[in-house]
């Protein structure tokens, strides 16, 4: 089936949806994005990820061209365009089309594009084993660079990471700031837990503001853990009792090896796994209808 793309207030089969070379988010990545879930006709915390995708854009002052109602009812017609019950949704604004000089303000209109589809999951098998981890040499970007709170289309400082986590023969990292805190793997959020207490470094350590990680921080109290929001270094995830990631595509995964080191008792902890639970029977349970 083709899909259909929404792109700048139209739905357009996926081989007419098509964007000029001269859009600045390709020539420079100068735009902002969101990653959506769908779950059961339901979209995920929609409205928490159109204010997050609100900031970014404050944040490279970008105007968006559109009202976050315009563009929930844009995400919502994109998904019943597609038939999406579970699915991801990429929810993109770039700067739109300029000269080839840095200026953004040649650009005149944002252009808006939403893609409704299949999601890619780690493998199951990953959820069961948790995953090996290691430290990268690439620093989260500092937050006076580029403020790593920006879900912005410039992703080569995750992908330099990502890049040496794979030719190490791990699927994910970690992400030191420039002061040496731990802060986020290169795709994901990351927690350490120690006793009842879930540690999660503050996003002024360089984190995206998760989504996940703010749902995980509100289901916690519920299950009798506390949450603070600290600054970590390794030392904390090395003597964590278990360590895990949180992502709208991974949701939570535990880390059972960080930098060769074995984590708690080296498989998927008790805390880890329940929340994993709860998390998944609260996100297939709540989220604006799409029907
Ligand atoms: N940190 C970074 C750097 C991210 O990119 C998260 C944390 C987790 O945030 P949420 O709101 O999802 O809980 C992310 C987001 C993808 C994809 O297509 C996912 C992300 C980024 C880029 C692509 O799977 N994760």
């Known amino acids: 089936m083709t899909m259909k793309i929404y792109l700048n207030g139209r739905l357009v089969p996926e081989n007419q949806a098509k964007v000029s070379v001269f859009d600045h988010g390709l020539l420079y990545g100068d735009g902002v994005f969101e990653g959506i879930r769908a779950y059961h006709g339901r979209v995920f915390k929609l409205d ?26 844009a995400v919502i ?69 580029i403020n790593p709170r920006i879900k912005s289309l410039n992703y080569l400082n995750n992908i330099l990471a990502k890049i040496e986590a794979m030719n190490a023969g791990c699927m994910e990292c970690i992400m030191l700031n ?17 006793g009842t207490t879930l540690l999660t470094p503050p996003s002024w350590c360089g984190a995206l503001e998760g989504i996940t990680r703010q749902t995980v921080m509100e289901l916690a109290p519920e299950q009798n853990l506390q949450v603070r929001e600290q600054v970590l270094t390794r030392y904390d995830l090395y003597t964590a009792d278990e360590v895990f990631l949180t992502g709208t595509a991974a949701e939570i995964i535990a880390v059972v090896k960080a930098d060769h080191r074995t984590i708690g008792r080296g498989r998927p902890g008790p805390v880890t796994r329940r929340l994993e639970r709860v998390y998944r029977a609260y996100a297939q349970s709540a989220g604006t209808p799409l029907a």
């Open 178 to 194: 420039p002061q040496g805190f731990v802060a986020e793997a290169s795709g994901d959020n990351i927690f350490a837990v120690r």
């Open 48 to 73: 928490e990820h159109l204010d997050r995708l609100s900031r970014s854009a404050r944040a490279i002052d970008l105007k968006l061209p559109m009202t976050p109602a315009a563009l929930a009812q």
């Open 77 to 145: 017609k994109t998904c019943r365009a597609n038939d999406i019950q579970d699915g991801y949704i990429r929810l993109i604004v770039t700067r739109g089309i300029g000269n080839l000089g840095l200026n953004p303000y040649t650009c005149r209109t944002p252009q808006v594009i939403i893609i409704a589809g299949a999601i890619q999951l780690y493998p199951q098998k990953l959820y069961e084993t948790g995953l090996s981890v290691i430290t990268v040499g690439t620093l989260r970007n500092h937050t006076e660079a």
